[in-house]
């Protein structure tokens, strides 16, 4: 299975951009896709989450709100609608697949199977 993330750039605070992920490569279902992030000097960490077959999501706190995952099923795609960018918004965005059944969504990277090559997000001030 191969992700493919793109959509990032550099804009505004305030100002929105939305991500996708496609992915090629599998002839069956993931159980759910991740959005993450990593900023400089920082580990990464879980955005969003969704189940593919309920459409479930699942957010951090920090983009609960402004941020929203969707999938569409037939194009083997995740965006990531991100709303009211704000300056520690600013990283490298990665979409995961975790391909098994698991409880919930997991928030956790070592949970998830496939990994992205990430698309960079700046939010100047």
């Known amino acids: 299975v191969q992700l493919q993330a793109s959509g990032g750039g550099l804009v505004q605070a305030g100002a929105s951009l939305r991500l996708s992920c496609v992915a090629s490569?599998?002839?069956?279902?993931?159980?759910?896709m991740g959005w993450f992030r990593q900023a400089p000097g920082k580990e990464r960490e879980f955005v969003a989450g969704i189940r593919w077959s309920s459409g479930t999501t699942h957010y951090a706190d920090s983009v609960k709100g402004r941020f929203t995952i969707s999938r569409n099923n037939a194009a083997n795609t995740v965006d990531l609608q991100m709303n009211s960018l704000k300056p520690d918004d600013t990283a490298v965005y990665f979409c995961?697949?975790?391909?098994?059944?698991?409880?919930?969504?997991?928030?956790?990277?070592?949970?998830?199977?496939?990994w992205g090559q990430g698309t960079q997000v700046t939010v100047s001030s």
């Open positions: 995961a697949a975790k391909e098994r059944l698991a409880i919930g969504i997991p928030t956790i990277t070592q949970l998830y199977d496939y």
């Open positions: 490569g599998r002839t069956d279902s993931p159980f759910a």
